[in-house]
């Protein structure tokens, strides 16, 4: 009888590290930051800085690029998952854990050069206006007041910035690194487009779903607060946003 209580002593552990999960990290499409030149590879300037961050704690450092909602539901399904770049926002914080903070994010509202300039109250009644579901900025454009028929949800930002340059949709929301980035990748010219009114600034996190075990949460969460104090961070940063052509 001893023995067989020894036995299952020892076979504790190993059940409960075989029923753990193992971690995912997950993105979308989202140049410079997650991803640059190939939309399936994650070696954009957030992704350089969690993949050193995941090795240097013996953790898996394979990045999975999904469409974004894609990405979300990952997270809301399963423990042990992990999803950058979020901004945080009031009807996320409940839903996820904030890892360690990643940088910051100013969403404009983009046009076609020529358009005369307007401010949020009139672009919201005669315009429409493209974002990318479930991207932070879908949000703050409904919390804005735009009547939803004027609003058009892509699945990604490639997609949205062709709409604007045919003259299909007035505007897009996004920030001014990610567009010039993609100005480039889409071989349009980089002044085609017009920066208009800020629609929004945000925090950018990495983030945890429920569930995740608190162990790792801890030592990735002292990992990155390492790299942003000592400036390791913004330098992996700098020096992929300098190689895809990008002043920071």
Not at 159 to 187: E, K, M, T, W
Request: proline content about 5%.
């Amino acid at each position: 009888m001893r023995a067989n209580f020894m036995l299952f002593g020892l076979l504790l552990p190993l059940a409960a590290a075989a029923a753990a999960s193992p971690l995912l990290t997950v993105t979308e499409n989202w140049p410079p930051y997650s991803t640059l030149r190939d939309a399936q590879i994650a070696n954009g300037a957030y992704a350089r800085v969690i993949r050193t961050a995941l090795l240097r704690n013996h953790l898996p450092s394979e990045i999975h690029v999904y469409p974004w909602s894609r990405s979300l539901a990952q997270t809301a399904l399963r423990p042990d998952t992990l999803v950058f770049a979020l901004a945080r926002t009031p009807s996320r914080e409940s839903r996820f854990i904030w890892v360690a903070q990643l940088g910051q994010d100013s969403v404009y509202l983009w046009h076609k050069t020529g358009r005369s300039q307007q401010t949020i109250d009139q672009i919201r009644d005669c315009c429409s206006i493209c974002t990318v579901q479930q991207d932070a900025s879908e949000e703050s454009i409904r919390e804005t007041g735009f009547k939803t028929s004027r609003l058009i949800i892509a699945s990604s930002y490639a997609d949205c910035l062709r709409l604007v340059h045919n003259g299909s949709i007035d505007y897009l929301a996004q920030s001014s690194p990610s567009l010039q980035f993609l100005l480039q990748q889409q071989g349009m010219a980089t002044d085609s487009l017009q920066r208009g009114p800020l629609l929004k600034r945000y925090t950018l996190y990495l983030a945890a779903s429920r569930g995740t075990r608190p162990k790792l949460i801890h030592s990735l969460r002292q990992t990155l607060l390492q790299m942003n104090a000592n400036g390791e961070s913004n330098k992996i940063i700098t020096s992929t946003l300098q190689q895809a052509g990008i002043n920071p």
